[in-house]
């Protein structure tokens, strides 16, 4: 349990460096007459990726989840491979990657990295929704997986995916 929670620990640092960088992003994209969409939601994302870290691993200490090899190990691996897919996906991104909706007019569209598929639409959520059923079963907290899950599909496909979407219609 407690090499499983610095695991976690460690993830969460590595999403406060995301934050970082964002933020330096953020601030570029507004300097080149960005525009922020889908301020509303943000806040419930916010609280929704914290709960994953938290609810993983309070879910473990306060049920006593087992660590079980052949689900654990794999699930390891995949939380550890999809964490070189996000950075696949900030390199990609470049100044245009941050953690916001903030679209700058005339910006060309990214081809490059995971974004050169058209055939794979939103890469980072992708590596997101798969991240929040890796990353607590690697430890069995299936409880997490589940609701994480439920919670970040219907915050994606019911509003962060469209408000993108429809931002990027707008302003390209």
Do not use: C
């Not at 301020?39 to 419930?44: A, E, G, L, N, S």
């Amino acid at each position: 349990m407690i090499a499983y929670t610095l695991f976690v620990l460690a993830t969460g640092f590595e999403r406060l460096y995301e934050l970082v960088v964002s933020t330096k992003h953020a601030r570029i994209a507004f300097e080149r007459g960005g525009q922020e969409f889908g301020q509303r939601h943000f806040p419930w994302m916010v609280a929704l990726h914290t709960s994953l870290l938290v609810g993983a691993v309070a879910e473990v200490w306060l049920l006593d989840r087992p660590f079980i090899p052949w689900l654990g190990i794999p699930m390891l691996v995949i939380a550890i491979a999809f964490q070189f897919g996000r950075y696949w996906v900030i390199s990609a991104l470049g100044w245009q990657w941050n953690t916001r909706v903030i679209v700058v007019p005339g910006a060309p569209r990214v081809r490059k990295g995971p974004y050169r598929f058209d055939w794979l639409r939103h890469p980072n959520y992708w590596i997101v929704a798969v991240e929040g059923i890796a990353l607590p079963l690697v430890h069995s907290a299936w409880i997490t997986a589940v609701a994480f899950t439920v919670l970040n599909a219907i915050l994606l496909l019911g509003f962060r995916i469209p408000t993108e979407n429809r931002a990027l219609e707008r302003l390209t």
